[in-house]
């Protein structure tokens, strides 16, 4: 009785959190480990037990999986009336036979969770070993779509979602390096719009145009891309009417979406996008009923160009002048390929005319961006040096500071940036110099990488084809069956390496992105 | 209320349309429009007499670097002995390609605002000759040097008239991407320290199809030329109709050759030799008629003992016995007398 008293006392532990889980939709985690504590333990005691109560388990166990969900509300206000029955016994059943009770029910509860969790384990991936194994009722954390290329059950929701919103689904294009077979990576030959019809009916004229600028690179920075996003809204809304019988507010988010999802086949958003877009269906959700269409439109509209003005522009003048503190009196300053923010703080330096100070320009191929830096630099008259990313230990002992301009900040403090900028602030570090890294707080984002690979973006594999003398050598890359080519568009550079983070907030740790991110969404 | 597509219907072709609308699209162009390498036309065209003198209809089209932008377009008519290049053009764009040999497609996409000139501006009469060329011209003349005429009080009148600036049109709060290029890190040409595009306003763009079909049957030897690719691309279009129609009564099929096709409801009679020609529906054919090269239209009646080669037929026309017709062009409701030549 006392064996048997031990899985009957860790039962009602079991069970109580069972109940608990299936009335509220999250588990905390200590409700969680204590889940797993548990099955560990009866799956040690059912080795051990062959008695009749293995049995029943397994026998329950194929009727339980017909109706797990069906079932598993009516056990539960069973149980929790089982243990407050148990704890005041009534008089009509004995204690032994209320505890067998009590044991037979939550046995078939246990049997019954764990023929979901096989299933479920079943119809997750297996290569996805950080998918966290989903509970029946808690909130699922999933991975964006655009991460998840090899695993067929996704792209299949992805075409039918497409689909429902008549978005043509754009093709990958070459074969994949395997590491980076989970991500996209499409051809700048093909274009969507390939398969949409000419004038387009589902997709608003400028969606389409934007989503081609993005796809053939015309816009490129997250800036720009930003910024283009916005005013394309800001036409979008001002071309909506509500139809009759629907509200603005519910109306219009349900309209955006078919056109982010054209966007996002186009080329994947950014987080500064992601960002912007989050915050526009906020806004748009929290219209007010009250007001009418028009002054509805109006008041929206406001809203994006206050939020271009505050979070853009503004943003960049303060950054621009944090920074110029930090530009000192002969300064010899590195920059890498082409950031827009980083572009407007030497130039306004440059113009304050107090520091005197030259700039490295570092580039690399394919986008060799750092062209774009070095006109838009020696326009305003500033000395500028040009090399290439592998002569950066050459130039580093004579560098006092590197500048870096960042697309996105991940919440542990790493840096998303163009490939390569890894490479540079490693280097830096091992020459000791400082690494400054600009970026407004919108592109501050509640993801966490550690690496490049998870989550990044591929480039068309073309690009690296380059012409020498009318000869290209990689030109026949695609009928090579060994030979692959990855054109990686970010990087993740790890917190320790930047030194200082300058954003419109002020001049912050690596390691205070987080509290950021914190007070941002308070104040939200 | 926005951007026009214009197509003349006597264009016969299979080309990707996005390609010209993504053009335009993408780099935000006034222009854009189509055209394709011409071939020579080898054969001989019926009912014209005397050798056409194509040197005259040349047209010289200079595209940049990359075959996109157009920079340059003049008819041979329109000039003398000498080609006129502007400077600035060379100045901007070092290295451009001169062509000859291209057909205008009469396919364009034009923005709002050269719609909105068009109205206002009475003296352009013609899309091609006269609106085309001046948007080339003007993508690279500044518009403030018309500013300066506006001022002027003298001759007013003529004044308005050139003064009607495209510039003057294009509308400045069309400022949808002017923020995004000062961010945007795209520049399209190198070795410069100008901005993007030279921060022209307006721009034309040519899209150059080298294969495929495309045909403008506005001449008579386009025409037959059509024709005669006709079956061979209703293959590649993809039509499931057989080439002889179902409903055409054809005593023997084995003299009908395979790249002819029969309308409907024809009928066509004994030892008849079809070859390389097309049938029109509702025909009568007789026996014994040799029929090669032909272009022959609804209605028509044909005689016994016909041989007919390299002509134009048109509809209703009846050619009685025994006529022999060679690269002829007859009209409609002709009838032809029978043993005519």
Redesign the interface.
């Known amino acids: 009785m006392a064996a048997r008293d031990a899985p009957g006392g860790a039962g009602p532990e079991a069970a109580a959190p069972v109940p608990a889980g299936l009335q509220a939709p999250e588990l905390s985690q200590e409700e969680k480990l204590q889940l797993r504590k548990e099955k560990k333990q009866q799956k040690k005691k059912k080795k051990s037990e062959k008695g009749p109560a293995a049995e029943p388990p397994e026998v329950g166990t194929p009727s339980e999986p017909g109706q797990p969900r069906g079932a598993q509300p009516a056990p539960a206000p069973v149980l929790a009336d089982g243990i407050n029955d148990g704890e005041k016994p009534t008089g009509g059943k004995s204690k032994a036979e209320l505890r067998a009770e009590r044991r037979a029910k939550q046995e078939a509860e246990r049997a019954q969770k764990q023929a979901k969790k096989a299933e479920l384990n079943q119809a997750a991936t297996a290569a996805k070993p950080r998918l966290t194994p989903t509970e029946p009722q808690s909130v699922v954390k999933r991975l964006p779509e655009h991460v998840q290329v090899d695993d067929p059950a996704a792209q299949r929701k992805l075409a039918k979602k497409l689909e429902r919103q008549q978005v043509p689904l754009r093709q990958d294009y070459g074969t994949k390096v395997n590491l980076f077979s989970h991500l996209h990576q499409y051809s700048r030959k093909k274009?969507l719009?390939?398969q949409?019809s000419?004038?387009s009916t589902v997709i608003h004229?400028?969606v389409?145009?934007l989503g081609?600028?993005y796809s053939?690179?015309?816009?490129?920075?997250s800036?720009?891309?930003c910024?283009?996003l916005l005013?394309?809204f800001k036409?979008l809304i001002r071309d909506y009417s509500t139809p009759p019988n629907e509200e603005l507010s519910r109306d219009l988010v349900s309209k955006l979406k078919p056109h982010i999802s054209f966007l996002t086949q186009c080329r994947p958003l950014s987080a500064s996008m992601g960002n912007a877009i989050k915050f526009l269906k906020k806004e748009i959700s929290c219209l007010p009923d009250s007001l009418r269409e028009e002054e509805a439109k109006e008041k929206l509209q406001d809203t994006i160009d206050k939020y271009l003005r505050e979070k853009i522009v503004l943003a960049a003048e303060a950054i621009s002048r944090s920074a110029f503190e930090k530009i000192n009196d002969n300064d010899v300053i590195l920059v890498y390929?082409?950031s827009?923010l980083v572009n407007r703080t030497l130039c306004d330096a440059h113009a304050k005319k107090g520091r005197a100070f030259r700039v490295i320009v570092v580039d690399s191929r394919p986008r060799l961006?750092g062209?774009?830096?070095l006109?838009r630099l020696?326009?305003k008259g500033i000395h500028c040096t040009y090399v290439m990313i592998n002569a950066i230990s050459y130039v580093l002992p004579e560098v006092s500071k590197v500048l870096l301009g960042a697309h996105a900040l991940l919440a542990n403090g790493s840096v998303m940036s163009r490939v390569g900028t890894s490479q540079i602030a490693l280097v830096s570090k091992a020459y000791n110099v400082p690494v400054l890294v600009c970026c407004e707080t919108y592109k501050f984002c509640e993801r966490v990488q550690t690496d490049s690979f998870v989550s990044n973006e591929l480039d068309d594999p073309d690009d690296l084809i380059v012409l020498r003398k009318g000869q290209a050598q990689l030109g026949g890359w695609a009928e090579n069956k060994s030979l692959r080519l990855l054109n990686l568009v970010y990087d993740v550079t790890p917190p320790d390496l930047v030194d200082l983070v300058i954003t419109d907030l002020g001049m912050i740790p690596c390691t205070s992105v987080p509290v950021v991110l914190r007070v941002k969404s308070v104040d939200q | 209320q926005?951007?026009v597509?214009v197509l003349s219907c006597d264009l016969i072709t299979d080309v990707?349309?996005?390609k010209v609308?993504?053009l335009f699209?993408?780099?935000?162009a006034t222009l854009s429009m189509l055209m394709k390498k011409t071939h020579e036309p080898t054969e001989v065209v019926p009912g014209q007499k005397g050798k056409k003198k194509p040197v005259e209809q040349r047209d010289f089209i200079g595209v940049d670097d990359t075959g996109k932008r157009l920079l340059f377009m003049a008819n041979e008519a329109d000039l003398d002995e000498e080609l006129v290049i502007k400077r600035s053009i060379l100045q901007k764009h070092p290295r451009m390609h001169i062509r000859t040999g291209l057909m205008d497609a009469h396919l364009y996409c034009l923005k709002k605002y050269v719609v909105d000139f068009l109205v206002e501006n009475r003296t352009i009469t013609s899309l091609r000759s006269e609106l085309i060329p001046h948007l080339v011209r003007r993508q690279f003349s500044s518009p403030s040097v018309q500013q300066g005429l506006d001022n002027k009080e003298e001759d007013q009148k003529k004044k308005e008239q050139a003064s009607l600036d495209i510039y003057s049109f294009i509308k400045e709060d069309n400022s949808?991407?002017k923020?995004?290029?000062?961010?945007?890190?795209?520049?399209d040409h190198?070795g410069?320290?100008n901005e993007t595009l030279h921060e022209g306003k307006v721009r034309c763009y040519v899209h150059i199809m080298k294969e495929g079909l495309c045909y403008r049957v506005n001449n008579l030897g386009l025409y037959i030329e059509a024709n005669r690719q006709v079956p061979k691309l209703l293959f590649h279009l993809g039509l499931e109709e057989p080439l002889v129609h179902g409903s055409a009564q054809i005593t023997d099929k084995g003299m009908v050759g395979s790249d002819s096709i029969i309308g409907s409801s024809t009928q066509v009679g004994e030892k008849t030799s079809i070859k390389r020609s097309i049938v029109g529906s509702m025909c009568t054919i007789k026996d014994k008629v040799k029929i090669t090269n032909c272009i022959i239209m609804n209605s028509v009646t044909i005689e016994e003992g016909c041989c007919l080669q390299g002509s134009v037929i048109c509809h209703n026309a009846v050619i009685e016995k025994g006529a022999d017709i060679k690269d002829c062009l007859i009209g409609s409701d002709q009838r032809l007398e029978a043993r005519g030549k």
């Open positions: 274009p719009t390939q949409m000419i004038p004229p400028a389409v145009r081609l600028q053939q690179g015309i816009i490129n920075g800036n720009a891309r910024i283009a005013e394309v036409q390929g082409c827009s961006e062209r774009e830096t006109r020696v326009r | 926005t951007d597509l990707d349309l996005y609308v993504d699209r993408t780099h935000d949808l991407l923020p995004a290029p000062d961010n945007s890190c795209w520049n190198r410069d320290m």
